[in-house]
């Protein structure tokens, strides 16, 4: 594959949440991503996200776009954080389906943790993928047609996929890795196409 290099600064992740999102799965990738260079921009249905610490209240977020202006070919990649009440509202927000559909479609990078995955689930796009995820996710996503393991950060081709917030230093370190790969032109995103990072073995 031909190589086709761009700037760690025209590089755009966009953060999609609901009230209830698992703060630190926000802040610490988010974190990484803005120290290696790469723009942010979080993405919801409203000018403020709440965030959470488990069952306690957080900090609120601004919202930089919302998702009835929000389009993937903007974007190079997508963050997915967990939270059991921001997984299961995003999960439903057909906007929000349709965007990590485009972006998939395109080969692009998703970084999903925790509950985050149900909307991969929802979306129909978790069959043929190998994923973690918390836990309880682990019937959705075989039900769904993926190969559920338990490590802390599996990478499936243009995937990244963590089970909590304390496997976010090596979920920031696979994300960081696919962004490179996705710079330099080398990413091999096909589904299913397993890289061997971070899996069994």
């Known amino acids: 594959m031909a190589s086709n290099p761009q700037s760690t600064q025209s590089m755009k992740v966009a953060i999609l949440v609901t009230d209830g999102f698992e703060q630190i799965e926000l802040t610490g990738p988010k974190d990484a991503l803005e120290q290696n260079g790469y723009q942010t921009v979080i993405v919801s249905q409203k000018p403020t996200v ?11 977020f601004d919202v930089d776009l919302t998702f009835d202006r929000v389009d993937a070919k903007d974007f190079d990649a997508v963050l997915l954080p967990g939270g059991v009440m921001n997984g299961d509202q995003l999960r439903v927000i057909p906007e929000a389906q349709r965007f990590v559909r485009d972006m998939d479609d395109d080969g692009k990078p998703i970084f999903v943790i925790c509950h985050g995955g149900w909307i991969l689930v929802s ?13 309880t996710l682990r019937d959705d996503i075989i039900n769904a047609g993926g190969d559920w393991i338990d490590k802390d950060a599996v990478v499936d081709g243009n995937w990244v996929s963590s089970r909590k917030p304390d496997d976010i230093p090596a979920f ?19 589904r299913g196409g397993q890289q061997g990072i971070g899996l069994a073995g």
């Not at 979306?123 to 836990?135: I, K, Q």
């Not at 920031?172 to 096909?190: C, F, I, P, V």
Request: net charge positive; hydrophobic share 35%.
């Open 50 to 60: 709440q965030g959470f610490h488990h069952f306690d209240r957080g900090t609120e």
């Open 123 to 135: 979306a129909g796009l978790v069959d043929g993928r190998t994923m973690t995820s918390w836990p």
């Open 172 to 190: 920031n370190q696979k994300m960081l890795d696919l962004l490179r790969q996705k710079q330099a032109g080398t990413l091999q995103a096909r």
